[in-house]
């Protein structure tokens, strides 16, 4: 898909704080016959290891959590990240600026809105959403 090629490439190019994915054009062919030209891509696996005792890799698919990756996956981690992101949610809806950017990063939050709008990603508020958050000491 040329508009995921050209997102991928725009986001590695110009947003230093977000990461995505490599990919590159293939021809696929099947038993001998052309199937098409394809876009494959590197398996977003790049926060699933690394992360520190108080660091969470979210991924929200139509507003749920699907998935916390953490140092140590356990019951308090799940509680504490749904807890926690329905807390920033509340606040983000409350219509309070300075409250919102007390627990969201700006910079990231501009680079992702910014970057919806100019690829018209209608899909960005949605579907699959990546969180990386910290949990404070």
Not at 75 to 86: G, I, S
Request: hydrophobic share 30%; proline share 2%.
């Amino acid at each position: 898909n040329l508009r995921n090629k050209y997102a991928y490439e725009m986001v590695r190019r110009s947003c230093s704080s977000v990461w995505a994915p490599d990919s590159r054009y293939v021809d696929v062919y099947s038993n001998g016959q052309y199937q098409g030209l394809y876009l494959l891509c590197q398996k977003p696996t790049a926060y699933n290891s690394g992360l520190s005792e108080r660091e969470y890799y979210v991924e929200l698919l139509a507003q749920n959590i699907k998935e916390i990756k953490s140092d140590q996956n356990g019951t308090d981690d799940a509680e504490y990240v749904t807890d926690r992101m329905r807390e920033v949610n509340n606040i983000i809806v409350s219509n309070s600026i300075e409250k919102t950017f007390e627990v969201i990063d700006k910079d990231s939050w501009a680079e992702k809105y910014l970057i919806d709008e100019v690829l018209l990603n209608h899909d960005g508020a949605i579907a699959s959403q990546f969180y990386h958050m910290y949990k404070p000491r």
